[in-house]
Each structure stands twice: as C-alpha cells, then as structure tokens.
C-alpha cells in the first residue's frame, strides 16, 4: 500500500507548501489563485465527461444518478451541515475546496484503476501518477484554503484504500473499464459543478451531490448479482 500512503503525503506536503506560499501572497493574487482553481477543475471535468461520453453503454445512467443522488444530498442538507462544522473551525470555506479537490484526486481512471493494479500485480505506476498529480493540486488549493485543506488526507486514504482492499480480497473485476467510465462521467459532471462554483458563474452545493456517485456502484453491483444468476 506504499502507493496509497504516497498519495495521502502529497496532500500533506502539497497543503504546507501551499500555506507557506499563502503568506506572501496579497489578496490580489490569491483572488488570482482562486481563478486558476476555477478554470482548472472546470477544463478537468469538461474533458472528463467529453472524454467519457462516448464509451458509455449506459448514456442514461448519469442522468438516473444525479436525479437521484442530487435531491438525496439537498435532502440530507450534507453540504450545509458539512460547511457549518467545518466554518466553525476555519476562517475560509474551505469545505467547497475539500469537496472540489477529492473531486479532482478521487474520480478518474488514475484513482480507481491505481488501487486496482497495486492490489492485483503489485505494480504501483498509477498510484505514484496519481500522487504527483494529487501533489500540485494541493499546493494549489493549500495556496486558496489554507491548513483546512489536510482535512482531504483522511478521504483520499479511505476511498483508495478502500478500493484496494475490495479488489484484492473480493473482486477486482468488479473495476470494469464500463463501471469505471460511468463513474468519470458523474464525477465529470461535479467537477464541472466546483469548477463553475470557484468561478462565482454559478454557485452549487457541491456536497450535495456525493450521494449521485453511489448511483453508479449500486448499478453495477445489482447488475454482477443479476449476471451471477
């Protein structure tokens, strides 16, 4: 799991170096900064969903899941509820930018197959790929946020550990390339959404939405159970 614990040290060491750069930055450049976090997680979720669209067999299960996954997190209030706890304790909203950069290090081929090769041929390439990818975002987003940002080092360890440990004792069939494309779809889809938040074009309650990406894996599990019969 050497290849996990890298990418939860990138968070740590991106988010300090981000901070320490924080400290020399005026407001007009972090106002900068916050632009650059914008148009970076939108042109990354644009290309995702382009890029994804296409190979899709299910075109309508992206729609299903942020029908259905969207009310449920409003429902829930996730994002308020999140943000009150997390604006109690830092100065910023950091909460947005811990949803917008798991978004980013999280969903995508790199996050999801990475785990899946470390725990079925030990070979950890997408992992460290991942990593330094994981490591220029938060320095970025350490630059924008601020220390509340190491609060994404629990998540990203969590999910690809996860991942992981489901592939190498259950299934690592079940990260099919299908499961794996309707996943970047939805995940495409919501980091469109950070993106154009960051942007202040249209504010979403991005944390809302995490329950839309469960859509997908309950799909793909009902449809093994189905095809198992």
Not at 117 to 138: E, I, P
Not at 179 to 206: D, N, P, W
């Amino acid at each position: 799991m050497i290849g996990i614990l890298a990418n939860t040290f990138a968070v740590i060491l991106g988010t300090t170096i981000g901070v320490v750069v924080r400290h020399f930055l005026t407001e007009r450049y972090k106002a900068a900064l916050w632009m650059v976090l914008g148009f970076a997680a939108l042109g990354v979720g644009m290309q995702t969903v382009v890029a994804n669209l296409p190979k899709s067999r299910y075109p309508i299960l992206f729609i299903v899941s942020m029908a259905i996954g969207f009310p449920l997190g409003t429902y829930l209030q996730l994002d308020d509820r999140s943000n009150r706890w997390l604006n109690s304790r830092f100065s910023t909203k950091v909460g947005e930018g811990i949803a917008t950069a798991s978004f980013l290090d999280c969903i995508g081929a790199l996050a999801i197959l990475g785990p899946v090769y470390a725990a079925t041929s030990g070979n950890q390439t997408m992992l460290y790929t991942n990593a330094m990818f994981t490591l220029v975002c938060a320095i970025i987003f350490g630059t924008g946020f601020g220390w509340g940002m190491l609060l994404e080092t629990p998540i990203i360890f969590v999910w690809l550990s996860l991942i992981f440990l489901i592939a190498k004792f259950l299934s690592a069939s079940f990260f099919s390339p299908a499961f794996i494309v309707e996943m970047s779809i939805v995940g495409g889809f919501l980091i469109v959404a950070a993106g154009l938040s960051l942007l202040k074009i249209r504010q979403f309650k991005t944390v809302d939405m995490l329950p839309a990406l469960l859509v997908p894996v309950i799909f793909f599990i009902l449809l093994n159970v189905i095809k198992a019969f």
